[in-house]
């Protein structure tokens, strides 16, 4: 079957880390670039981060900038955000999404059902 | 970096009426890399179109996308029950970043 599946959500309190994991079935992971979105309660999506099928194109969003990572081991067929200094603001459903194919730019064909980040006091 | 603005942000419609939905960037964009996507409560997106007028696999036909340079718009013909959702446009630049309109909610009226 393919699918996305994220995990590593959960409450967490401002100025800690989190590690999210997208575990990928049903299609051959190594070859896609992979990103991530967030979407926060009863808001629009937000473009997180990108990272190329082989790990050597890598972009973020400047919120994220220097306080997220994004990487992915192909030999796992998983890809994962490593979040640190984490904030209200980064409250949200963070879904993992594979880009079609062809290219560097390009839509997302496949999203994962997301987890849920909150960061609260 | 470029801006898109989605109109209007609540479309309230009866089945079998159509919806035409625009979404307008700040400043030129191929429409190759224009995309549209539905969200419904609860679930992730679906990519409904790419290349700002392709749909993708098993779209109905009764969406369609049109549009080129700042002006895009999604139109779903004799809207369904099941269409009832919060579309998204969104863009891809060069360096393989989105962007994302703020979204059109389609509710029932």
């Known amino acids: 079957q393919v699918q996305l599946v994220e995990s590593g959500g959960g409450v967490v309190q401002p100025g800690t880390s989190l590690r999210l994991s997208c575990a990928a079935s049903?299609?051959?992971?190594?070859?896609?670039?992979m990103h991530w979105v967030r979407q926060a309660p009863g808001k629009g999506l937000e473009w997180v981060a990108v990272m190329s099928y082989d790990g050597s194109n890598i972009n973020y969003a400047d919120s994220v900038k220097g306080r997220f990572t994004i990487s992915r081991d192909n030999s796992k067929n998983t890809l994962y955000l490593q979040m640190s200094s984490l904030t209200t603001e980064d409250s949200a459903v963070y879904f993992c999404v594979k880009k079609a194919a062809g290219g560097i730019s390009g839509p997302g064909d496949l999203w994962g059902q997301g987890t849920l980040v909150t960061v609260s006091a | 970096e470029v801006v898109l603005t989605q109109s209007p942000g609540t479309l309230s419609l009866s089945p079998g009426e159509r919806a035409t939905l625009s979404c307008r960037a700040s400043q030129s964009v191929s429409s190759t890399y224009l995309a549209w996507y539905q969200q419904k409560p609860g679930q992730a997106p679906r990519l409904l179109i790419y290349?700002?007028?392709s749909r993708a696999t098993g779209i109905p036909d009764r969406f369609s996308g049109s549009g080129s340079g700042t002006d895009f718009s999604l139109t779903i013909n004799r809207v369904e029950p099941e269409d009832f959702a919060v579309y998204h446009c969104?863009?891809?630049?060069?360096?393989?970043?989105?962007?994302f309109g703020q979204g059109t909610k389609v509710e029932m009226k």
């Open positions: 049903g299609f051959t992971f190594s070859i896609y670039g």
């Open positions: 969104q863009h891809s630049d060069a360096s393989a970043s989105w962007t």
């Open positions: 290349g700002a007028s």
